[in-house]
C-alpha cells in the first residue's frame, strides 16, 4: 500500500520543541517533493515548509522561519519537521504531502505559490500537535 505515516506530534509547553516524521511506505520518496502543512482549529490549512524533489531546496511559511527545520533522510525514507521554540499559535494538526515530477515545486518561482497542495500526490492522515502550558 502507498501511503505516507506521520508520527511525532503532542502536547508541549510554550518554548519546547518536537520532531514530525513523515514516513513513506510502498515507494521511495528520494525523488519526491515534500510539503508540511497544518491546520489549526477555526483555520484553513497553510504551507508551513517545503524541500524540493530534485535538489533539495528548502522553503517556510515566514512565522516559522529560524525555528523549523526540514530535512529528508532517504535511506530511512522519512522527511523530518524539527520545530523548535514552539508557541501556541502553532497548535494545529500537521500533515505531509508528497509529488513527483513537478520541478517547480518548492523552488521559489513555482507560479501557484512557494508551499501549496495543489495535485500533491500522497497525503498523510496527520498528527496533532497542541503547545499549551
Known amino acids: 500500500q502507498l501511503q505516507l505515516v506521520e508520527s511525532g506530534g503532542g502536547l508541549v509547553q510554550p518554548g519546547g520543541s518536537l520532531r514530525l516524521s513523515c514516513a513513506a511506505s510502498?515507494?521511495?520518496?528520494?525523488?519526491?517533493?515534500i510539503g508540511w502543512f497544518r491546520q489549526g482549529p477555526g483555520k484553513e490549512r497553510e504551507g508551513v515548509s517545503c524541500?524540493?524533489?530534485?535538489?533539495?531546496?528548502?522553503i517556510y511559511k515566514d512565522s516559522v522561519k529560524g525555528r523549523f527545520t526540514i530535512s529528508r533522510d532517504n535511506a530511512k525514507n522519512t522527511v523530518y519537521l524539527q520545530m523548535n521554540s514552539l508557541k501556541p499559535e502553532d497548535t494545529a494538526v500537521y500533515s505531509c504531502?508528497?509529488?513527483?515530477?513537478?520541478?517547480?515545486?518548492?523552488?521559489?518561482?513555482?507560479?501557484?505559490?512557494?508551499?501549496?497542495?495543489?495535485?500533491?500526490?500522497?497525503w498523510g492522515q496527520g498528527t496533532q500537535v497542541t503547545v499549551s502550558s
Open positions: 504531502a508528497a509529488v513527483q515530477g513537478v520541478f517547480q515545486y518548492c523552488s521559489g518561482y513555482d507560479p501557484a505559490g512557494p508551499i501549496h497542495d495543489i495535485d500533491m500526490d500522497y
Open positions: 524541500i524540493s524533489g530534485h535538489n533539495d531546496n528548502t
Open positions: 510502498g515507494f521511495s520518496l528520494a525523488s519526491y517533493a
